[in-house]
């Protein structure tokens, strides 16, 4: 098979350049993660790759083999050096469309295409130093090689390197007499500047003002400087002709195939440039085992991705925490006190599904995650006056277009709803959504206040964000699988109240 990506197994899974963010990205702070991932990558628009899933295992494990290989240190370097002169190359070109005198954009686009040479020919034998075990970079490797040994490409550097040495031969000489300027080929007139220097040596004394002057050092020429080259050009015409021609003839030099890998390798060089900072913090990262159709699944200290970047960033310290479903079971109902990490653990089952889902690495020491179709996100909003509906209402609006929507191979993130109603239709109505969830059968992480969620089914698995023995009032942000009894949540509000007894000793005392 002809190599055509790195990035995509097949040829028919390729994207179009207008995809945008999914809707579930905000939710689950993805958008953070992407954002922090390509923000020194912008000039290889890189969002929609991160906004396109894959559905195939056989996809996903493609992506894996190529992160794997460049994982080697050595390699990774080699592609960021060849970025780095295509980027060089890049610039020359811009430079060039800068330009208004012929002769000069000319130079400048044969300093691209030099570039560009150099560029292949130091990756192709990079590649060849490396041990390929992908099947993505064996197969760029082969089409890289055989296009270095093609007829074009090796006509393409004879040239580039023939007008190099020819333009190097270019000597001339200046006659500047008041207004007048004459130029005419340097015939071997000697040069005194070392004589002169010599002689004045002797009466050197200390430091000496240098008189000369700087000539300047932006790329537009001047008109003289622009009538002076062009007078240059007729004295050695053949050379200057033959720049003519090349420039016509290899105006379309870059390699699309190149030029595309240029840009999609850019995908796992950010990716693991960002999680490197995490790695270095102690934080592991895993290639999981893709699990479809068996919703087993499972991850070993894992976390939320765009909070560990933020507190890595801060020198502080990251939360992991453990989960599995396995057999029968599909709901984690979490429940506990407030901003004990019940929402971040929640984020964190999305992230870590996401992420799976588009070939890259994924927080944890180990992991087995689900192959789903699509995410789903209900996380609480502010009331839209644009709608014209109560908060309840629109809830009931979104959940009802989320359940229509979501197949047995789907995952539901639920945080929080039904907050706006009385807790006793809160119960009628999660219970209602709860039963929808069941018997749709598809993997769902739901944080709620009412613990009888938990119960409901073989299927629910409750799961508790635990608080400091003995002190209510901090939290751990672990989340462990345990019965919910409401203790931690009410504790914590009677110690917020100074309801407790210890409390109400104290104050009946005074």
Known sequence: MAFHSVLFARTEDSITEDLEAPDFFVDLNLDQIIDAITARKQEYNLKPFFYAPLHDIDAIKYRHEIMQDLESGVLLENVKSFARKLHTMREALTQADKLHVQYQKKSWFLRAVDIYCSAVRSLTHDLSLANLRSRGLSGFYEYLTNYVKSDYFAALFAETEKLKADLSTVKYCLHI???????????????YSAQVEKTFEKFKQGAAKDYRVEFATWPDMNHVEANILDLVAQLYADIFHNLDDYCAKNADYLDETIAVFDREIQFYVAYLEHIAALKRAGLKFCYPEISNPSKDVYDCEGF??????????????????????????????????????????????????????IGCPVPGK????????????????????????????DDLARIRSILNQATPDSIL???????????????????????????????CVWV???????????????????????????????????????????????????????????????
């Open 413 to 443: 993130i639920m945080n929080e709803v039904f907050t706006s109603t009385t807790l006793q239709d809160g119960v009628f109505l999660s219970k209602k959504v709860m039963e929808r969830v069941i018997q749709l059968d598809l993997l």
């Open 448 to 510: 709620t206040f009412i613990d009888e969620l938990a119960a409901m089914s073989s299927k629910t698995v409750s799961v508790v964000s635990t608080i400091v023995p003995g002190k209510p009032a901090l939290r751990t942000y672990k989340i462990v699988r345990r019965p919910a009894d409401g203790l931690t949540y009410a504790i914590s509000i009677a110690e917020k109240y100074r309801l407790t007894y210890d409390c109400l000793k104290e104050r009946i005392s005074s």
């Open 304 to 357: 939320d991705l765009a909070l560990a970047y933020k507190l890595v960033t801060e020198n502080l310290p990251v939360v992991r925490n453990d989960f599995y479903l396995k057999g029968d079971e599909r709901v984690f109902v979490v429940s506990g006190p407030n901003q004990g990490g019940k929402t971040t653990f929640a984020r964190t089952f999305g992230q870590l599904h996401y992420l799976a889902s």
């Open 366 to 393: 180990e992991a087995r995650l689900y192959l789903c179709d699509r995410i789903f996100t209900h996380f609480e909003k502010g009331e839209n006056i644009k709608n014209l509906r109560g908060k309840l209402q």
């Open 177 to 191: 007499k008041g207004n007048r300027v004459t130029v005419r080929k340097y015939e071997g007139e000697s040069d």
